[in-house]
């Protein structure tokens, strides 16, 4: 799954930096050399990045010179605090000024990537380092892929107000911190009335593999102009299409060797099969409320929590768990897991190498997933006459899940154009898919909706040219003056348009209009007739 969150650029980046390390301190010893000298820990990063990376903080893996430029970094090197701190401000990592002359809200936005349960849990529980390290890779290519698919379509640099000009694609960056706990997370306000920052409490939590993404808010364009990301692809459907891409491409890693996977109850995620899922659940249960337990801490301390800036309230955080008062450790969690898996009398072997998966031929992988989008749109239109088209870039990535996703963002295009060109069964019936622009968005409707509304417009119309039931005029005006309501002229109006109208007729106003009020001398009209007193 993924989901996302703003970066403000007027937020403190020695804060963010506490939130996306987990706290932990920078490395401070040197890095490695070879015989002749040169650091090893800096070269080779992306062939590290796919062989098993470990570390707090690492740059996108091939990141463009351009923009390595624009923003002031050697992406040979990782990333320093002192360096990020300043890019989750908006400002150059080298100098610390702005990335651009035009002013940015946003610095930039937290994408984060989430596997199923059963696959951190065959992480964690792995029985060798080797096994640990190839399910965390498969994790890490997943997100690395899904961030290139978000890089594609919000990487463009737009011209003029509101890109009126048209817009130019380029490079952009990120930088990827790995967690694999699920601890409690607090909204901490800096101070009484200032930003609020999201801080990982310091206790045991469950295991939760996530990568997180820091997708920074410029583009860098071959001609040498930086702009803002295009951010209009993060709707809620495209974010729901980029997540189930991830699970897409994280299905094909994990099949690749030998892992027996399926989709979740929801088939909205890959699934892997051998870890139970009572087990899964067991690891799942939520996360405590840990706000009250720290700021008695801080009463003791003399401390006034309310008012403490944010910084204060994370040391103040970090000083409790150390002394155990908010719950079990950080240190202890992998103690805590076995304990728990020991509880529940599961003993994890291995995950790889269970069964040789077919291989499918593209026509056969689009075919699968075709069928199963075309199952899940009929679904949406049971309860939905007209969706939006985004959603069938979502039923169509969540296909590919399951058949296989070789050609990646492509095969979502060609899923979406089978269920354009082959419409889908809905209710018993083949009907054909509609497309088209209504307030501004591609939306699609089906054939069969179409019928029933060109029936119902017919049928309205016929009501609506029916005057049989209609009032009289001296009626109506007997039963407003006895109503003993003083009507203004628009409700006058409006009950003799409703009285005197054809069998179907609508009236609209808003709240507090008095809709309800001017229905009653029409039931006392209707009432006092003596076609309906009968009925």
Same mark, same amino acid.
């Given at each position: 799954?993924?989901?996302?969150?703003?970066?403000?650029?007027?937020?403190?980046?020695?804060?963010?930096?506490?939130?996306?390390?987990?706290?932990?301190?920078?490395?401070?010893?040197?890095?490695?050399?070879?015989?002749?000298?040169?650091?090893?820990?800096?070269?080779?990063?992306?062939?590290?990045?796919?062989?098993?990376?470990?570390?707090?903080?690492?740059?996108?893996?091939?990141?463009?010179?351009?923009?390595?430029?624009?923003?002031?970094?050697?992406?040979?090197?990782?990333?320093?605090?002192?360096?990020?701190?300043?890019?989750?401000?908006?400002?150059?990592?080298?100098?610390?000024?702005?990335?651009?002359?035009?002013?940015?809200?946003?610095?930039?936005?937290?994408?984060?990537?989430?596997?199923?349960?059963?696959?951190? @849990?065959?992480?964690?529980?792995?029985?060798?380092?080797?096994?640990?390290? @190839?399910?965390?890779?498969?994790?890490?290519?997943?997100?690395?892929?899904?961030?290139?698919?978000?890089?594609?379509?919000?990487?463009?640099?737009?011209?003029?107000?509101?890109?009126?000009?048209?817009?130019?694609?380029?490079?952009?960056?990120?930088?990827?911190?790995?967690?694999?706990?699920?601890?409690?997370?607090?909204?901490?306000?800096?101070?009484?009335?200032?930003?609020?920052?999201?801080?990982?409490?310091?206790?045991?939590?469950?295991?939760?593999?996530?990568?997180?993404?820091?997708?920074?808010?410029?583009? =860098?364009?071959?001609?040498?102009?930086?702009?803002?990301?295009?951010?209009?692809? @993060?709707?809620?459907?495209?974010?729901?299409?980029?997540?189930?891409?991830?699970?897409?491409?994280?299905?094909?890693? @994990?099949?690749?060797?030998?892992?027996?996977?399926?989709?979740?109850?929801?088939?909205?995620?890959?699934?892997?099969?051998?870890?139970?899922?009572?087990?899964?659940?067991?690891?799942?249960?939520?996360?405590?409320?840990?706000?009250?337990?720290?700021?008695?801490?801080?009463?003791?301390?003399?401390?006034?929590?309310?008012?403490?800036?944010?910084?204060?309230?994370?040391?103040?955080?970090?000083?409790?768990?150390?002394?155990?008062?908010?719950?079990?450790?950080?240190?202890?969690?992998?103690?805590?897991?076995?304990?728990? =898996?020991?509880?529940?009398?599961?003993?994890?072997?291995?995950?790889?190498?269970?069964?040789?998966?077919?291989?499918?031929?593209?026509?056969?992988?689009?075919?699968?997933?075709?069928?199963?989008?075309?199952?899940?749109?009929?679904?949406?239109?049971?309860?939905?006459?007209?969706?939006?088209?985004?959603?069938?870039?979502?039923?169509?990535?969540?296909?590919?899940?399951?058949?296989?996703?070789?050609?990646?963002?492509?095969?979502?295009?060609?899923?979406?154009?089978?269920?354009?060109?082959?419409?889908?069964?809905?209710?018993?019936?083949?009907?054909?898919?509609?497309?088209?622009?209504?307030?501004?968005?591609?939306?699609?409707?089906?054939?069969?909706?179409?019928?029933?509304?060109?029936?119902?417009?017919?049928?309205?119309?016929?009501?609506?040219?029916?005057?049989?039931?209609?009032?009289?005029?001296?009626?109506?005006?007997?039963?407003?003056?006895?109503?003993?309501?003083?009507?203004?002229?628009?409700?006058?109006?409006?009950?003799?348009?409703?009285?005197?109208?054809?069998?179907?007729?609508?009236?609209?106003?808003?709240?507090?209009?008095?809709?309800?009020?001017?229905?009653?001398?029409?039931?006392?009209?209707?009432?006092?007739?003596?076609?309906?007193?009968?009925?």
């Amino acid at each position: 799954m993924m989901n996302f969150r703003k970066i403000a650029a007027a937020s403190k980046g020695r804060l963010l930096l506490r939130y996306f390390t987990e706290d932990t301190p920078e490395p401070i010893h040197p890095p490695p050399v070879d015989a002749a000298g040169r650091q090893l820990e800096e070269g080779g990063r992306l062939t590290a990045y796919y062989t098993g990376r470990d570390s707090r903080a690492t740059w996108r893996p091939d990141m463009p010179a351009i923009l390595a430029k624009a923003i002031g970094i050697d992406p040979n090197k990782m990333p320093r605090d002192a360096e990020m701190s300043r890019l989750f401000e908006g400002r150059r990592a080298d100098s610390g000024e702005a990335w651009s002359k035009h002013n940015r809200k946003l610095s930039g936005f937290d994408l984060v990537f989430s596997p199923h349960k059963s696959v951190t @849990l065959a992480t964690e529980f792995a029985p060798t380092p080797a096994e640990a390290a @190839l399910l965390w890779n498969a994790v890490d290519r997943a997100a690395d892929r899904a961030m290139r698919y978000v890089a594609q379509e919000v990487g463009w640099a737009r011209k003029g107000a509101g890109g009126e000009d048209g817009a130019d694609h380029g490079a952009v960056g990120w930088i990827s911190f790995r967690h694999n706990t699920a601890r409690p997370t607090l909204q901490l306000q800096d101070g009484r009335g200032g930003p609020t920052y999201l801080y990982d409490a310091p206790v045991g939590g469950d295991p939760h593999t996530h990568v997180h993404n820091f997708l920074m808010n410029i583009v =860098a364009t071959a001609d040498g102009r930086i702009g803002s990301l295009d951010t209009r692809a @993060l709707t809620e459907a495209r974010v729901k299409e980029f997540g189930a891409y991830f699970q897409a491409v994280l299905a094909d890693e @994990l099949r690749r060797h030998g892992i027996r996977v399926s989709y979740d109850e929801n088939e909205q995620a890959i699934v892997i099969e051998s870890i139970p899922e009572p087990v899964s659940k067991a690891f799942s249960k939520g996360r405590q409320q840990i706000v009250q337990k720290a700021k008695a801490f801080a009463a003791s301390q003399g401390l006034d929590w309310d008012g403490m800036a944010a910084e204060d309230k994370m040391n103040v955080l970090r000083d409790a768990g150390a002394e155990g008062r908010l719950g079990k450790m950080k240190s202890d969690e992998k103690r805590l897991w076995n304990e728990q =898996a020991a509880a529940l009398g599961w003993r994890h072997q291995t995950v790889l190498g269970e069964v040789r998966h077919q291989r499918l031929t593209d026509e056969e992988r689009f075919d699968r997933a075709y069928r199963f989008a075309a199952r899940h749109l009929a679904q949406e239109f049971h309860t939905a006459a007209v969706i939006t088209h985004e959603k069938l870039g979502i039923y169509a990535a969540r296909a590919l899940i399951g058949a296989g996703i070789a050609g990646g963002p492509a095969d979502i295009k060609r899923v979406v154009a089978l269920l354009e060109e082959r419409g889908i069964r809905l209710k018993g019936e083949h009907v054909a898919l509609v497309v088209g622009m209504f307030d501004g968005q591609v939306r699609v409707t089906n054939t069969a909706q179409i019928r029933i509304e060109q029936k119902l417009a017919a049928l309205s119309r016929q009501s609506a040219s029916d005057r049989s039931a209609a009032l009289p005029v001296a009626a109506l005006r007997r039963v407003i003056d006895n109503a003993g309501i003083a009507f203004t002229a628009e409700q006058r109006a409006a009950i003799h348009a409703l009285g005197e109208g054809g069998a179907l007729t609508m009236l609209t106003g808003v709240a507090g209009a008095g809709k309800t009020t001017l229905l009653q001398p029409l039931v006392d009209a209707w009432h006092a007739d003596k076609r309906f007193s009968a009925q």
